[in-house]
């Protein structure tokens, strides 16, 4: 997650000329990689990206080994990169949401049990999970997975970041952001709940220039339509957790830390990304719309 956990890694992985650093947390349930990008230096993939590319291989290898016959799941929380949800559509695999934590998608797993077969899950903030063999975020068993990623993607002639951007250009480039404010004391937590009041009474008409079209309260299970005005039950654990989602595909999640005094807001925009663009470009571009957001919600 920081480079400077990294640091002593990366140092001895430039000398040695590697291609893969891997770091845990000191518990082993959260993993964080780095891999040299075209201009041959280290760099950091965050949560979303490293996620994806564990579900992309897997689902491409089970599909190979003609093991995927309709009867596997995917799963990752509720703001983690939609772009698992197009690589499981595209696959043909079941994929689930979850409120933020493991503990929700390893209840899903025990319900599914016996149903449908659980391939891999995880959220944006490092944790993974592949098989059901643990049902909670694992590093060890992610490292594993992620090293056997890289060492077939370089068997197919290609860097991480190389088979990151075909992954964008087959399915659309997903830029992800996260900004928690922080608000202390008595004070700052009534302040927070006064936000989540006003983004429930008053959401935004517009997003980045385009129209908001629909928003989810998962503290009132509901989900409405903002054209229509139609509302619908969702069947999700109450939490006090807002999302807008646009017409144009961008969406804001909003909730306070559990376990912080902080509010966070979760941005995740998407483009396509053609043969003749690249991907700074279309990165620089979606950069720009999330600034923009962040302006519209007046933060």
């Not at 890289?150 to 002639?157: F, I, N, P, Q, V």
């Not at 220039?209 to 039950?233: A, F, N």
Request: glycine share 8%; with cysteine.
């Amino acid at each position: 997650e920081e480079a400077e956990a990294m640091s002593l890694a990366l140092k001895k992985a430039a000398e040695i000329d590697a291609d893969l650093v891997m770091a845990t947390d000191p518990d082993a349930d959260r993993v964080g990689i780095a891999a040299k990008n075209k201009n041959g230096e280290f760099q950091l993939l965050n949560g979303n990206q490293t996620g994806t590319l564990l579900i992309y291989y897997l689902l491409r290898k089970w599909q190979e080994n003609k093991k995927l016959d309709g009867k596997q799941f995917v799963v990752k929380t509720i703001v983690t990169t939609d772009l698992i949800k197009r690589i499981a559509d595209h696959f043909k695999v079941t994929s689930y949401d979850t409120l933020t934590g493991f503990k929700y998608i390893a209840e899903l797993i025990k319900e599914l049990e016996g149903k449908s077969k659980f391939i891999a899950g995880g959220e944006e903030s490092y944790g993974y999970l592949v098989g059901d063999s643990v049902r909670d975020k694992d590093a060890v068993a992610s490292c594993a997975m992620i090293a056997e990623m890289a060492a077939w993607a370089k068997s197919e002639g290609l860097s991480v970041f190389d088979l990151m951007e075909n992954i964008y250009r087959q399915f659309g480039f997903f830029l992800e952001s996260l900004k928690s404010i922080t608000k202390k004391g008595k004070a700052g937590a009534e302040e927070i709940q006064q936000m989540m009041v006003k983004f429930r009474q008053a959401p935004p008409s517009t997003l980045g220039g385009s129209k908001v079209v629909k928003l989810i309260d998962y503290q009132s299970s509901t989900e409405k339509d903002l054209t229509t005005g139609k509302e619908m039950p969702i069947d999700y654990p109450k939490s006090n957790v807002l999302q807008f989602f646009t017409e144009d595909e961008s969406k804001v999640s909003i909730r306070p830390s559990g376990t912080e005094p902080k509010i966070k807001f979760y941005f995740s925009v998407n483009d396509t990304l053609d043969e003749s663009e690249s991907v700074n470009d279309v990165k620089k571009k979606l950069e720009g719309k999330i600034n923009s957001i962040i302006s519209d919600l007046g933060l």
